[in-house]
């Protein structure tokens, strides 16, 4: 008894220590210790990505290969030949070149196919030059045969210092060794000879490398046991051996190494046909690395940040981090000004020399409050910044396995089960309930979004559905509160909108991206504005009114039907749709950076009807409520044994025919076309599985409400601070250890979402005042604000 005394003790001082504010603190910590760490490694090894492209990577998922610290976009011929247009429109002239053996040759030839209109078929090998060009898009690309390194390669570059830039090519690929491996049998005067020869080349191509891009490729390995007689003696030692001459005399040139070539070859290494060409899926990411290098920069590819400039700050922006900054030395000063002086007091029953600090002003405590507030987001809006619209951190492709998915899956839901407690309440859908649900659905969003299972059509089209609860609970709570409080004043009109929109609002100034671009809270915001006009529009109609004069229930039938014959009129009259939400100025709420609405159409109606289900499904539960049809006042089933087994066993074939449809239907168009007649019935089925048992509807997972407590925090923040690039990437704190990197970073983004869920919640008493004066004053600076951010940005 002692010991488990003295085990709980401990349980409890550990709970203690370890709370919310702590967790944060340690994330501050480790930010720190991170920011401190990269700012080592950029100082050390510079910042240049195109370096972490070009030398390093590795394997992951399904043979995806994965470059050190970067992103790489998989550009497809219509990307390659935009990209050479658009340089080509500039003025500039494309002109790669490839000298060396016919391991080269391979990939010149994968780059030609790579870039013309249509593939055609290899020439046949030959010890000659090549030439491509294309006048369409004014490239040229050449393959110079030069396999050794020897005088005739020497007299080459000679001629390039000496002709004009506009002649001379942009980019230069050069690599040589398994020829003369061949040529001399393996020798060890031969290896002597190319060290001499390298030595003469180097500095020619050191001054190359001053005007043009220039890469020395280093020598793939050789599959040994697939290699003909005649190259038994190119061995991967003697390979070795070519590769650490050329690194020793090229180290300190202007020439860049291009050393993940081999790590690639080495990783496909048996799908080498002859064992010393490189195979296609090798040949596909040396073409794929060639073209980051060359395109990033002037295609801005979200998911390619390799080789990539960062995103230029905006005026906006500079006003944005100049006003936090100021909020950050006001917080300072005041933290300063509120150091408490000793003094001493003289009071029966304290003794002379005590401390005290003089009480403080309701005034200067608001003050405090709103300034380290302020202050406390500027930062978290800087480390924001700084990991999705700069080069310090780094970023990583995402990249799916069924592993990746479905263990974090399992070991999340796990958790969850394992934190499980009594709720005080027992009503269908109780809040705690809808925290939980809402904390599970957004965890496995997040798992989504990490893994990039999108991919995967029947998950796609399950998170779909979680997606639609989601809203169909916004709109199953929102009318459960005006229902029973008849609140339709202005102020909790503006409090929730303020709440679910202050974070997003924030983003939009600091990372420069529309108000649509965080597509999940317009929506929400949107259904929320309808719900409230739906309810108070005359006649309003409410619990105690419907009571009181039950022809009033019809009125609500009637709202309904309403409702959803408009959301159906917008839905079949596109054009109509883009009228009435183009029109300005609320125009910029519903348009990407483009102009375009296309984004907003998708999103409106894929969920069109489900805020509108879930009020629906609130007001027929209050219904079957009044009518004592469901007594849900108790920890009983709501049902006799004989319903309740056959509503459970229906609810069973809803969600097995809603998976059988994402199982069997055949694309994502067709599949959302579909999607919002059928998307109640798994969630119906979901609800009465949860709730018809006492024992399930009364007990929940508190480590799933809590989540669900912040889960729309958890939403936003993703995209920048634990996916990177706008969400198409995984931001890098820990290189090379993507398990232990997944893991930091989920922790920092937690404690994140959970600090602004709390200065939000302190914010919004200083920007919605339970004052109508106040409020109006506050609603009108927002607007003159606004304006000149709206001609900013071309809204108005």
């Not at 702590?22 to 100082?43: D, E, P, Q, S, T």
């Not at 039907?561 to 609320?586: D, G, H, N």
Request: proline share 3%; hydrophobic share 45%.
């Amino acid at each position: 008894m002692a010991d488990d005394a003295r085990h709980g003790s401990n349980a409890v001082e550990v709970t203690h220590h370890f709370n919310a504010k702590n967790a944060k603190l340690i994330a501050l910590i480790i930010v720190v210790g991170f920011l401190v760490y990269h700012g080592l490694i950029h100082v050390t090894y510079g910042i240049d990505s195109c370096k972490w492209l070009l030398s390093d990577g590795r394997f992951q998922g399904y043979q995806v290969w994965q470059p050190y610290g970067c992103m790489m976009h998989s550009y497809t011929k219509i990307d390659t030949r935009m990209c050479m247009r658009y340089i080509a429109y500039w003025g500039a002239k494309n002109h790669i070149v490839f000298i060396g053996d016919s391991r080269l040759r391979y990939i010149y030839y994968k780059l030609v196919n790579t870039i013309r209109s249509k593939e055609e078929k290899e020439d046949e090998p030959a010890h000659k030059d090549l030439h491509f060009s294309d006048p369409d898009i004014r490239w040229n690309l050449d393959f110079l045969w030069h396999p050794m390194v020897n005088t005739s390669m020497y007299e080459v570059f000679e001629k390039w210092l000496h002709e004009e830039p506009k002649k001379r090519p942009k980019v230069i690929i050069v690599g040589s060794g398994t020829w003369s491996i061949k040529v001399f049998n393996g020798s060890m005067e031969a290896v002597e000879n190319y060290r001499t020869n390298m030595t003469r080349l180097m500095p020619y191509l050191d001054q190359l490398g001053k005007k043009s891009k220039v890469l020395w490729m280093l020598q793939e390995p050789v599959n040994e046991d697939k290699l003909s007689r005649n190259r038994k003696m190119i061995t991967n030692d003697q390979i070795k051996l070519y590769n650490s001459i050329a690194i020793e005399v090229l180290q300190y040139s202007s020439v860049q190494m291009w050393s993940s070539a081999r790590m690639i070859c080495l990783g496909v290494i048996d799908e080498m046909e002859d064992g010393l060409h490189a195979g296609n899926v090798a040949l596909n990411y040396y073409v794929q690395i060639l073209l980051n290098m060359y395109c990033n920069d002037h295609m801005n590819y979200n998911d390619g940040t390799c080789c990539s400039s960062p995103e230029s700050v905006t005026t906006l922006q500079i006003i944005t981090f100049l006003a936090f900054g100021v909020c950050i030395i006001l917080a300072i000063a005041v933290m300063i000004h509120r150091k408490c002086k000793p003094r001493k007091i003289q009071k029966l029953g304290m003794l002379d020399g005590a401390l005290s600090c003089k009480a403080q002003d309701p005034n200067q405590n608001s003050y405090h409050e709103l300034v380290t507030s302020l202050a406390r987001l500027g930062l978290i809006m800087a480390y924001f910044y700084l990991c999705d619209r700069t080069n310090f951190f780094m970023k990583e492709n995402k990249y799916y396995t069924h592993l990746t998915f479905f263990i974090p899956f399992a070991y999340v839901f796990a958790l969850g089960l394992f934190f499980s407690e009594e709720s005080q309440h027992t009503q269908v859908l109780h809040r705690d309930q809808t925290d939980e649900t809402k904390g599970w659905m957004q965890l496995i969003i997040l798992i989504y979004h990490m893994t990039g299972a999108s991919q995967v059509l029947p998950i796609y089209m399950h998170v779909r559905v979680l997606v639609t609860a989601y809203l169909f609970l916004s709109g199953y709570g929102h009318f459960t509160y005006f229902w029973h409080t008849g609140d339709y004043g202005l102020y909790r009109l503006w409090h929730v909108l303020f709440r679910m929109n202050l974070l997003v609002v924030v983003l939009c100034l600091s990372m420069n991206r529309p108000y649509q671009f965080y597509y999940f809270v317009p929506l929400v915001s949107f259904w929320y504005a309808v719900s409230y006009v739906t309810m108070v529009i005359i006649p309003q109609v409410t619990n105690s009114s419907a009571e009181a004069n039950p022809l009033q229930y019809l009125y609500m039938v009637l709202k309904f039907v309403v409702l959803f014959s408009i959301v159906t009129v917008l839905y079949m009259s596109e054009v109509f749709f883009e009228k009435i939400f183009v029109t300005r100025p609320w125009k910029a709420l519903f348009v990407t950076t483009d102009d375009s609405i296309k984004e907003w159409w998708f999103r409106w109606k894929i969920d069109r009807y489900s805020v509108a289900s879930g009020m629906l499904l609130a007001f027929a539960y209050h219904l079957l409520r009044q009518y004592r049809i469901i007594d849900d006042n108790n920890h009983s089933n709501l049902f006799s044994r004989g319903l309740s087994l056959t509503a459970t066993l229906v609810s069973f074939i809803g969600l097995g025919i809603y998976a059988t449809f994402a199982f069997l239907c055949r694309n994502k168009p067709e599949c959302n076309e579909i999607h919002p007649y059928i998307s109640f019935v798994p969630i119906l089925s979901f609800i009465v599985l949860h709730n018809i048992s006492g024992l399930l509807r009364t007990r929940y997972s508190t480590f799933f409400a809590w989540f669900g407590k912040i889960s729309l925090e958890l939403f936003i923040a993703q995209y920048h601070i634990w996916l990177a690039a706008d969400t198409h990437g995984v931001l890098v704190l820990v290189p090379s250890y993507p398990v232990l990197n997944v893991i930091i970073t989920t922790f920092i983004f937690v404690c994140i979402a959970h600090e602004v869920h709390h200065i939000t919640r302190i914010l919004v008493k200083y920007a919605i005042p339970n004052d109508w004066r106040y409020l109006v004053r506050n609603v009108v600076v927002f607007f003159l604000i606004l304006v000149p951010i709206g001609f900013h940005d071309g809204m108005f």
